[in-house]
């Protein structure tokens, strides 16, 4: 069975940092394509990042360009997405994706099979 389980979230001021993971557990980590989006109250999931398996290639949401870095630890099967000088508007629950379908595109939520429960970041101004 797998399992994807977000962790750190929370509440940051405006202008703060934070470092989200995925733990994956139950399916091969090294060598899928994975990805965060993250969905607020009313509104589609959309992409944030996206890092292929052998972490060479990153993309990422215009909005987080310059202010975000995913990475991975195969080793450790973790997935991590940092984000730094937070604005209001990144408040959201934060999911990451993996069982990539290669069918179509890396940032379209269709492509992806596992998603963990999310985790919130609340961004206060």
């Known amino acids: 069975q797998v399992q994807m389980v977000e962790s750190g979230g929370g509440l940051v001021q405006a202008g703060g940092s934070l470092r989200l993971s995925c733990a994956v557990s139950g399916r091969p980590f090294s060598g899928d394509d994975m990805a965060w989006f993250r969905q607020t109250p009313g509104k589609e999931r959309e992409f944030v990042a996206a890092?292929?398996?052998?972490?060479?290639?990153?993309y990422y949401t215009d909005s987080m360009k310059g202010r975000a870095t995913i990475s991975r630890d195969n080793a450790k099967a973790i997935l991590y997405l940092q984000i730094d000088s937070l604005k209001t508007e990144d408040a959201a629950v934060y999911y990451c994706a993996a069982g990539r379908k290669y069918s179509g595109h890396y940032s379209s939520t269709r492509e992806y099979k596992y998603w963990g429960q999310g985790t919130q970041v609340t961004v206060s101004s």
């Open positions: 890092i292929s398996w052998i972490a060479i290639r990153t």
